[in-house]
Nanobody, 118 residues
Framework: QVQLVESGGGLVQAGGSLILSCVAF????????MGWYRQAPGKQRELVAA???????NYADSVKGRFTISRDNAKKTLALQMNDLKPDDTAVYYC????????????WGQGTQVTVSS
């Protein structure tokens, strides 16, 4: 089991910035890939950004150049720096993690709301 706790969501005007944080309550050496997903009302949950244990990151096309994902394996934390936010970024953002022993199973945080006003 992995417990993930997110923080940092809120309301921001278009063009503004937010930082999302996630803490994983699990042995750091057992965590594999971590990532951020989001789900807007009436839409499916989608990948925003993910980073491997080794630090390789990938991003959704819609956030490239605006968002930066970072990870601290020792502290078991994950962050998402979001710049130049747009109303289309409004969603509930979820922290995700998988374990080395079972990379196919995803664990999720409770989600944090990000609202971008125009």
């Amino acid at each position: 089991q992995v417990q993930l706790v997110e923080s940092g969501g809120g309301l921001v005007q278009a063009g503004g910035s937010l930082i999302l944080s996630c803490v994983a309550f699990r042995n750091a050496f057992s965590i594999n890939t971590m990532g951020w997903y989001r789900q807007a009302p009436g839409k499916q949950r989608e990948l925003v950004a993910a980073v491997t244990r080794g630090g390789t990151a990938n991003y959704a096309d819609s956030v490239k150049g605006r968002f930066t994902i970072s990870r601290d394996n020792a502290k078991k934390t994950l962050a998402l720096q979001m710049n130049d936010l747009k109303p289309d970024d409004t969603a509930v953002y979820y922290c995700q993690a998988s374990l080395i022993v079972n990379p196919a199973r995803n664990y999720w945080g409770q989600g944090t709301q990000v609202t971008v006003s125009s």
